[in-house]
C-alpha cells in the first residue's frame, strides 16, 4: 500500500516513470539554412525568418528584416529561385553559411554565422546580415 501511495504521489508532481521521447536532435545549421530557403522559394518569407531567428537575439528584428526583404525584392524583381552555397567553412564552434536569392535582375546575398558553446551545444544563429554585393559575396565564399 504504501508503494503505491508512493507512486500516487509521485504521479500528482507530474513525475512520469513511462518511456520519454528523447530530446530533439539539433538539425545544424546545414539544414536550418536549408529549410529557411525552402520557405522563401515557396514565398512565405516572414514565416522563414521566424523560424530561422526564433530563440535568437534576432526574434525581435523579423518585421526589420522583411521589410529589408521588400525592398531588395522591389529593387531586384521577384524572386525566381535559390542558390543555397550551404555552409562554406566549419569549425567546432563557428560555421559561415551562404546563399542567394536568385531575383529577376539580380541576387541577394545572404550570410549567416553560427555558433555554439561548446560541441554538444545545439548551433545557433549569432550573425545575419544579406546584401546585393557580388564582389563580397566572391570574397568570402573563397
Not at 85 to 110: D, T, W
Request: charged letters at 25%.
Amino acid at each position: 500500500m504504501k508503494t503505491a501511495a508512493a507512486l500516487a504521489i509521485l504521479s500528482l508532481a507530474g513525475i512520469s516513470f513511462a518511456p520519454q521521447d528523447p530530446p530533439a536532435k539539433d538539425p545544424g545549421p546545414a539544414a536550418r539554412q536549408e529549410t529557411f530557403l525552402a520557405d522563401v522559394k515557396a514565398g512565405d518569407v516572414e514565416k522563414a525568418y521566424e523560424k530561422l531567428f526564433k530563440g535568437t537575439r534576432f526574434a525581435g528584428e523579423v518585421e526589420k528584416m522583411l521589410g529589408e526583404t521588400e525592398k531588395g525584392i522591389s529593387v531586384y524583381g521577384k524572386i525566381v529561385g535559390v542558390e543555397n552555397l550551404g555552409l562554406v567553412r566549419q569549425e567546432k564552434h563557428q560555421a559561415i553559411g551562404m546563399a542567394s536569392l536568385c531575383c529577376e535582375e539580380g541576387p541577394l546575398n545572404f550570410y549567416l554565422t553560427w555558433y555554439r558553446k561548446t560541441e554538444a551545444a545545439p548551433w545557433k544563429l549569432s550573425g545575419f546580415w544579406f546584401n546585393d554585393q557580388s564582389k563580397e559575396y566572391f570574397q568570402v565564399r573563397k
